[in-house]
């Protein structure tokens, strides 16, 4: 069992960065793959961002560039470094958890842990 805290969103405008964190329970963190979703108002929620537990890293198209996703096994936390942040990137931004790295990665019904979300707003 594996319990996520997100953290970290918050309003800045175009061009900005800001770093999310998604803390977790759990002795057994540095074997889970962790993803970010983000879900946008009126849409579905869609995939960002994963990092194995052997550190693989894989973005959707429209971040590539701009965010990266990292862990530091020994705290319990990955983060989503999020630069040159853009109105389109509003959403509320999600962590999810797997003891393995999906097939599927990008799909939401891959990941049997998440967090609450945060709310992060870029405005132009």
């Known amino acids: 069992q594996v319990q996520l805290v997100e953290s970290g969103g918050g309003l800045v405008q175009a061009g900005d960065s800001l770093r999310l964190s998604c803390a977790a329970s759990?002795?057994?963190?540095?074997?889970?793959?962790i993803a970010w979703f983000r879900q946008a108002p009126g849409k579905e929620r869609e995939f960002v961002a994963v990092?194995?537990?052997?550190?693989?890293?894989y973005y959707t198209d429209s971040v590539k560039g701009r965010f990266t996703i990292s862990r530091d096994n020994p705290k319990n936390t990955a983060f989503l470094q999020m630069n040159s942040l853009k109105p389109e990137d509003t959403a509320v931004y999600y962590c999810?958890?797997?003891?393995?790295?999906?097939?599927?990665?990008?799909?939401?019904?891959?990941?049997?842990?998440w967090g609450q979300g945060t709310q992060v707003t870029v405005s132009s």
């Open positions: 990092i194995s537990w052997s550190t693989m890293t």
């Open positions: 999810a958890a797997d003891v393995e790295m999906p097939s599927y990665y990008t799909r939401v019904r891959e990941y049997a842990y």
């Open positions: 759990g002795r057994t963190f540095s074997r889970y793959t």
